[in-house]
């Protein structure tokens, strides 16, 4: 009984790891391969061998170019991040703080977009962007992927600012500190663990962020982030898999080493990111 | 893990007291104006960006809802209810609506209860557990855009499955070339991206049913199915609904996943909802018509995770009752 419990536990586990890991065995090894090898030998020992050319030659193709796109989008996922901070974090500490009925208006607003989603608002948000000038742009961009970050931020930050005691705002304000001055001298420095938290998600968010990009940015823009650049590259070359494969490898390959080195935080900044949004 | 695992439900409540009492003391009145004129320039920037770019697109969507907007020509004509009479008799929209129904059904009860299942053999804080919390969590860090790609070099006609059943005399599977088995293998693979965040919120969430509970349980004679079925289960009632909210709201809204994998085909048999939505948008030059789909969708997540929510409140109360 016992011994057959174990039994179907380790099979549990060996499905498991093979049908997760599988695909990523295929795409780091066929990333390696020769067309032929990759067409009649997917899983095993290539008969060409394993070679770098394939990526060297994704990695300098003028088709795309993915390490211009990895900065886009680092810059990109640094920004957001940033203005997020800034624009979420005072007004959390104002409607944390706040006791008035307007501060439950604002909440209320600002908490609307939980329920809705960004792929849905891309539309009016062209035609928004479009009338102020800032469609097709960096900056209407920015605006918009930070946006998209404030509900989830916001949620967050008040539920932790309001665990801090109040106290330490009183002995600041006797201390002469304005109230901005207060929240970024005194509470934010306390609030690491939240920050950390809002940060990952708002990073793998825009990181993997492709509707908005895409129809934002658009590729007339010329301006391509890992995601919109792997698609644009990929749908065009499809049955070149000696293409496909390497550049597939060469966007996966940071997320997926970041992740190996940041997994714990990852993952429990999105759990406890999930289940208080 | 963050510190801040206590005040959540206390927001509002918390928003709502008093906080000064009632004596007016001296300049109390000039504190107070001078107070709430640091609260407008602190609260300026995020209402400013959510109203210019949540709420006033809202507002947009509706009203482009009803015109024949084609993304280009300012102002557009103002159609009436044409677009949603349209969208309800347009073959191509009822069925990516189905599409999506079926795949929010079938996707939403498969990873809950795998992730569930998972959860519970995986709760031991062993070397390996962590290993398999981490591989199984992998896909949403990967996204679904390389993931789409990937699987699409894997299971196409000449793919890496494929050339393998080839080289062994077997008859090709057609796992993306044929509209039934491509519609599967869709959801299989949304199944398979996507369950490892259930893993893990299932997980965090067994870690709040208290261990002395089901001790208590099992002296009283508990079989472990019981303990699940009468105990684990019960508290983990709310970790229950945040999980079927979120894999419903992210699968009445799959896009990216589909554009990689299948491109909505072969012949329009797995486009989604926002597939849908995004191509009649985009391709078509029909902004209007692409609005009231939003519209509808959007009304479908609300109803949805309200709906859910509600559900979830009213069971709780009869059993509490």
Known sequence: ?277 | MPTSNTTTVGVVAHAAAPAGGFRVRPGALRAKRRETLADIGMLAPALILVGGLIVIPLFFALYLSFTDWDGFTLPAQFVGPHNYIRLFTDPSVLHSIGVTLLITVIGTIVCNVLGLGLAIALNRNTRLNAFLRVLVFYPYIVGPVILGFLWSSILGTDGAVNSVLGQLKQPLLPFLSDPTWALATVICIIVWSSFGVNVVLYLAGLQTVPESLIEAATIDGASPWQVFWRVKLPMLAPTVTVNVVLVVIGLLRVYELILALTEGGPAGSTQSFVYSILSSSFQNSQLGYGAAQSIVLMIGIIIASVGITAARRRSEQAVAA
């Open chain 1, 1 to 277: 009984m016992i011994a057959s419990r174990r039994t179907g536990r380790v099979i549990l586990v060996v499905i498991l790891v093979v049908v997760m890991i599988a695909p990523m065995y295929l795409l780091i090894t066929n990333a390696f391969k020769s067309q032929h090898d990759i067409l009649t030998e997917p899983f095993s020992w290539p008969t060409d061998g394993y070679s770098f050319q394939y990526l060297w030659r994704a990695l300098t193709s003028p088709d795309f170019n993915v390490v211009a796109a990895y900065g886009i989008t680092l810059f990109f996922v640094v920004i957001v991040c940033v203005l997020s901070l800034l624009v979420v974090g005072p007004a959390a500490y104002a409607i944390a703080r706040g006791s008035r009925r307007y501060h439950r208006i604002v909440l209320f607003i600002l908490l609307t977009g939980l329920f809705i989603p960004g792929s849905t608002l891309v539309i009016p948000v062209i035609y928004v962007l479009k009338t102020i000038g800032l469609i097709g742009t960096i900056p209407g961009f920015f605006l918009f992927e930070t946006t998209l970050t404030v509900p989830t931020t916001l949620f967050l930050f008040v539920a932790f600012i309001q665990s801090i005691p109040r106290e330490l705002d009183e002995a600041a304000r006797i201390d002469g500190a304005t109230r901005y001055g207060t929240f970024w001298r005194v509470i934010f420095p306390l609030m690491r663990p939240v920050v950390a938290t809002t940060v990952i998600l708002n990073a793998v968010g825009v990181w993997g962020d492709f509707v908005d990009p895409q129809f934002l940015l658009g590729p007339s823009s010329g301006i391509y982030t890992v995601t919109t650049g792997i698609y644009a590259a990929i749908s065009r070359l499809s049955t070149d898999y000696t293409t496909v494969y390497p550049n597939m490898l060469l966007a996966a390959a940071p997320v997926i080493i970041f992740y190996v080195f940041m997994q714990k935080r990852i993952i429990g900044g999105l759990t406890s990111g999930a289940i208080k949004g």
